[in-house]
C-alpha cells in the first residue's frame, strides 16, 4: 500500500512564500508521475505542477513563474516550492502519485489529468492572506 503525507502549509501574506513536502511511503515504491493539485471551497480540484521521472514538469498557467515542482527520488519526497503567493492561491493542496503500471497508458505531460493518479495525500492547507 502506498501512503502519500503532505506538510508544510500555513498562513502568509500576499507576496510570502511556502514550501510543501510531500512524503511517499510503501513498499518497493516507484512510480514515473507525481503532481500537485488543490481545490478551494465551492471550487472543484485542480492541477497546479506535474513531474515525471525525467524531471519534465508542466504547470498550470496561473502558477507559471511562481511556483516549482521538484523531486528527491533518494528520500521518495515531493516538493512544490511556492513564491508570490496571492489569496486566489488559497486551497487545500494534494499532492498524488501515479501506479507504475498506469504510465503506458496516460503518460505525464499535463498537470490537470486527475484520472492519471491512484495515490492522493491528505492535503495540507495553504491560506494567503492580502
Known amino acids: 500500500q502506498v501512503q502519500l503525507v503532505e506538510s508544510g502549509g500555513g498562513s502568509v501574506q500576499a507576496g510570502g512564500s511556502l514550501r510543501l513536502s510531500c512524503a511517499a511511503f510503501?513498499?518497493?515504491?516507484?512510480?514515473?508521475?507525481m503532481g500537485w493539485f488543490r481545490q478551494a471551497p465551492g471550487k472543484e480540484r485542480e492541477g497546479v505542477a506535474s513531474?515525471?521521472?525525467?524531471?519534465?514538469?508542466t504547470y498550470a498557467e496561473s502558477v507559471k513563474g511562481r511556483f516549482t515542482i521538484s523531486q528527491d527520488n533518494a528520500k521518495n519526497m515531493l516538493y512544490l516550492q511556492m513564491n508570490s503567493l496571492k489569496p486566489e492561491d488559497t486551497a487545500m493542496y494534494y499532492c498524488?502519485?501515479?501506479?507504475?503500471?498506469?504510465?503506458?497508458?496516460?503518460?505525464?505531460?499535463?498537470?490537470?489529468?486527475?484520472?492519471?493518479?491512484?495515490?492522493w495525500g491528505q492535503g495540507t492547507q495553504v491560506t494567503v492572506s492580502s
Open positions: 498524488a502519485a501515479q501506479r507504475q503500471e498506469d504510465f503506458a497508458r496516460w503518460g505525464c505531460n499535463y498537470y490537470n489529468e486527475l484520472r492519471q493518479y491512484s495515490y
Open positions: 513531474i515525471d521521472s525525467d524531471a519534465t514538469t
Open positions: 510503501g513498499y518497493f515504491w516507484y512510480t514515473n508521475c
